[in-house]
């Protein structure tokens, strides 16, 4: 019964989108989205591959492309299955295809921890665990690089050890490895391990504070949506979209010594890094640590609410002057 509905979702999808193409090599099922290095969307792919039409194909996203009929589309602005400022990407194929799994509240609430609640305490003891081995296994090979065939058998290895998570101790999750799956994962792939440090430079937020210091034109792009932009921001960061990207104005970054995008986690921020040195800027470096969320932990300024621009962009200015008086530890309350 659950395959008779989940086979439905994919007629009725294509049928909503006008028809789309179905059938790839081996008669595979294909499945669209924009290329992305986050837990939701690997999350979903192996949803996808494992659960929903086993073996299906992925196809990304040209850069310049929005829409494709080409496949089912999902985790982009126009798919039925994306996420929001609620929902992940992978809750939405799991309604949408009435997905059952073994430990699928504690999938569902894992992914939700990771990337939709970013700012409150997360609900499971170990999720942060489970990112911080996440971001191990693409730092072995570099985001950019790291295999599909590593990434499925990374959430397999979660799958299997969920029963016994709970359980852990926060000492005994810190040190947890198990996840990430053995090198021979990526023997067949023929992919060069390239640290991400080697992709894109990565610089401490109190580096930053110095290049500002010494009067070094500092640009912050901002790839989040605009609904959270205006929410907060780094004081002076401009809003620019990943998918905007092709009509971007690049000569506008010419003048900069540096240019650090971000998002909250920097998932999306590495993304734009390595699209931006595609364009040909090459001064792009990344925030540690990571992300919105990152500048936020250490005490910086933003822009939000109770902070115009204006006042944001002096309490960078002597934080660039003082970071000692502005910084405070990754852990502290």
């Not at 499971?124 to 058998?153: H, I």
């Not at 005490?299 to 008086?325: F, H, I, R, V």
Request: glycine share 6%; net charge negative.
């Amino acid at each position: 019964m659950a395959y008779f509905v989940r086979v439905l979702a994919v007629v009725l999808v294509c049928f909503q989108l006008s028809g789309c193409d179905l059938i790839a090599s081996e008669n595979k099922l294909i499945f669209v989205t924009r290329p992305g290095m986050g837990i939701d969307k690997w999350a979903s792919i192996w949803l996808i591959k494992q659960h929903i039409a086993t073996g299906a194909d992925i196809l990304w996203l040209a850069d310049n492309e929005d829409t494709t009929d080409k496949g089912i589309m999902f985790d982009t602005e126009k798919s039925f299955y994306k996420r929001t400022g609620q929902a992940s990407a992978f809750s939405a194929l799991v309604e949408g295809f009435n997905i059952e799994i073994a430990y699928l509240p504690e999938f569902l609430q894992l992914v939700h921890d990771v990337e939709i609640n970013y700012w409150g305490p997360s609900e499971l003891t170990y999720s942060d665990a489970v990112e911080n081995q996440f971001r191990r296994l693409q730092a072995e090979f570099g985001q950019e690089k790291t295999p599909m065939a590593c990434y499925m058998g990374f959430f397999d290895n979660l799958a299997a050890m969920m029963p016994e998570l709970q359980s852990k101790s926060i000492e005994e999750l810190n040190g947890l490895s198990v996840l990430v799956p053995a090198s021979s994962c990526a023997d067949n792939a023929q992919i060069e391990k390239v640290p991400r440090s080697k992709l894109v430079a990565e610089w401490p937020i109190e580096t930053v504070l110095k290049a500002l210091q010494q009067g070094q034109k500092v640009i912050f792009m901002d790839v989040r949506e605009p609904d959270e932009f205006a929410e907060a921001h780094i004081p002076g960061a401009i809003n620019v979209q990943i998918r905007d990207l092709p009509d971007f104005n690049f000569s506008s970054l010419s003048h900069a010594d540096l240019v650090v995008p971000y998002c909250i986690k920097d998932f999306r921020g590495f993304e734009m890094a390595r699209l931006l040195k595609q364009h040909g800027v090459n001064n792009v470096a990344l925030l540690r640590p990571y992300g919105f969320k990152g500048w936020k932990t250490v005490g910086m300024p933003t822009t939000n609410a109770k902070t115009s621009e204006d006042m944001a962009l002096k309490q960078l200015s002597n934080c660039a002057n003082q970071p000692q008086a502005c910084l405070k530890p990754e852990n502290a309350s």
